[in-house]
């Protein structure tokens, strides 16, 4: 969609790239502001701020929510209701507040699966001071209501990754069914993205996204997809604390 108008996948992403390229590490990398969800996986938050700091030379890239805090009974639930908040805290993301961020507006405000305005409507005017707003987002919302450009992409029934839970075990989730439409993966649209830039960024599997955030994020190494299983497996401090052992420790 750009504007309120209909386009094709092809048309919107050159649209994105068109939007964002005189943007690319103008005012000292500030002029994008790159706002990721807890909501995310793990693969999909690295791609990002890979994307982030090696195409849009941004600096200003975090990950955060304004979702109100659920219930905390000490046995199943928890009073924070994403699924990463912890992959978010391991890759340096996490803000406790995104709104001061927002509050600052700027040239470009990239939104990846977060939709803060559905929660705190103040936010949809806080969006009014950027320039343009782009959102990647799972459906249409409140926030993708201030968009200039949006882009689908897939949930999480609709693609594979991991989150890391709130005690730091690494759990796969698998997809139940192709994606849906113009739908793309959050790794495979910045890809996209990024190439009509004139940028080659990529990974050709969650295996090499893996490796790669293991030599970047310690806490990350000796996981990868093949070695989770059903049962998932700890971060490596928490590993080295329980005495479990995979390859690369």
């Known amino acids: 969609m ?11 992403v050159t649209a994105i790239a068109d939007a964002l390229k005189g943007s690319i590490g103008a005012d000292g990398g500030n002029a994008v502001t790159v706002i990721l969800s807890p909501e995310m996986s793990n693969e999909s938050l690295y791609a990002a701020k890979v994307f982030a700091a090696k195409v849009l030379k941004s600096s200003r890239v975090m990950a955060g929510s304004v979702k109100p805090a659920g219930v905390d009974d000490t046995v199943l639930r928890k009073a924070d209701l994403h699924p990463n908040r ?33 929660h705190d409507p103040q936010i949809a005017s806080d969006l009014d001071r950027f320039g343009t707003v782009i959102c990647l987002a799972t459906n249409l919302t409140d926030t993708t209501a201030k968009a200039s450009i949006v882009h689908p992409v897939t949930p999480h029934s609709e693609c594979e990754g991991t989150f ?5 075990r690494v759990q796969r989730f698998r ?17 996209l993205i990024a190439g009509r830039l004139g940028t080659e960024f990529g990974w050709a599997s969650h295996g ?33 604390e329980t005495g479990a052992k995979v390859e690369g420790d």
């Open 2 to 12: 750009i504007g309120s108008q209909e386009h094709g996948h092809a048309e919107v």
């Open 86 to 118: 912890k992959g978010c805290e391991l890759m340096t993301l996490w803000r406790d507040d995104i709104r001061d961020e927002l509050r600052k507006g700027g040239r470009v405000a990239l939104l990846i699966q977060n939709d803060p305005a559905d």
């Open 164 to 168: 890391t839970n709130f005690q730091g």
């Open 175 to 191: 997809r139940a069914m192709p994606a849906r439409g113009e739908a793309r993966t959050v790794t495979e649209l910045l890809s």
């Open 208 to 240: 090499q996204i893996w490796k790669e955030m293991g030599s970047t994020y310690p806490e990350f190494a000796g996981i990868t997809p093949s070695v989770l299983g059903d049962d998932g497996m700890l971060i490596r401090s928490l590993r080295s």
